[in-house]
C-alpha cells in the first residue's frame, strides 16, 4: 500500500483531480499534495485499500491523458468505462475536454451507437477515425454530431481500452482541425494505454460506481 501512496507523488495537480479531491472532503480544495492528502486519509482509515487503490487508478487516467495531449500537440484526450448492463458510458478522465460535452457523455446511453446483431458499440472493439465530423455518415457520428460539433470539434479517433479481452471502455482524441491520424499517432495512443490497462481491468466496477454517485 505504501508504493501505491509514494506513487503519488508523480501526479500533476490539475483542475480534474482537484475536483475529484473536493468530492472526497471539501477542506481539500485548498490542499496541493496529492501524497499527504491520501496518506492521512488512509491513516485516519477515512478510505481504505479499495478506496485508495480505485482514486490512484483514476489519477492515473487522468495523468495518460494529460501525457497523450502532450506529446500528441493540438488534441484534446478522453477515457470512457462501458457498463455493459446498462449500455452506458462513463466519463473516467479528459482535462481539457470542454465541461459541455463531458456533461453530455457522462452516463451516456450508447444503445443507439451498437450496430445490428452486435452487442457493444464499434469502439469497443476497434479503432473508429473520423477525419471529417461535419460529414461524418457512420452510426456514431450521426449520433453525436451535434454536441461535438457545438464544442468545436472538427475529427475525432477512438481506440478500444481491454485487457486480455475484458471490455473496459475506450479512448477518445478529439481535434479542432479537420484531420487524419496517422499509424504513429495510433501506435503512441495504444503503447501509452497499454501501462494503465491492467489496473482499470481490475476496479472498473468500483470506478463506476464512484463516477455514478457524482453524476
Known amino acids: 500500500m505504501k508504493d501505491i501512496i509514494d506513487s503519488l507523488k508523480h501526479f500533476k495537480l490539475t483542475k480534474e ?6 468530492q472526497i472532503h471539501p477542506m481539500n480544495k485548498r490542499q496541493s499534495d496529492l501524497y499527504n492528502v491520501f496518506k492521512k486519509l488512509y491513516d485516519s482509515e477515512l478510505i481504505g485499500d479499495q478506496e485508495l487503490f480505485s482514486l490512484q487508478t483514476r489519477l492515473s487516467l487522468s495523468h495518460y491523458c494529460m501525457t497523450m495531449e502532450e506529446k500528441l500537440n493540438g488534441l484534446l484526450c478522453g477515457a470512457y468505462l462501458f457498463e455493459e448492463d446498462e449500455k452506458r458510458l462513463w466519463f473516467g478522465a479528459g482535462p481539457s475536454i470542454p465541461d459541455g460535452y463531458k456533461e453530455y457523455s457522462h452516463g451516456l446511453d450508447v444503445k443507439m451507437d451498437i450496430p445490428g446483431g452486435a452487442e457493444e458499440p464499434i469502439y469497443l472493439r476497434n479503432t473508429l477515425i473520423v477525419s471529417n465530423i461535419e460529414r461524418g455518415e457512420d452510426i456514431v457520428t450521426l449520433n453525436h454530431k451535434k454536441e461535438m460539433m457545438a464544442d468545436g470539434f472538427k475529427s475525432y479517433c477512438c481506440t478500444p481500452l481491454e ?3 475484458k471490455m473496459i471502455g475506450h479512448t477518445v482524441l478529439f481535434s479542432d482541425q479537420l ?7 495510433i501506435d503512441m495512443f495504444q503503447d501509452h494505454r497499454n501501462q494503465i490497462e ?12 464512484i463516477l455514478k454517485k457524482s453524476q
Open 17 to 22: 483531480i482537484r475536483t475529484l479531491l473536493t
Open 179 to 185: 484531420r487524419d491520424f496517422s499509424g504513429s499517432e
Open 198 to 209: 491492467k489496473r482499470l481491468s481490475q476496479i472498473k466496477d468500483e470506478i463506476i460506481f
Open 163 to 165: 485487457y486480455q479481452g
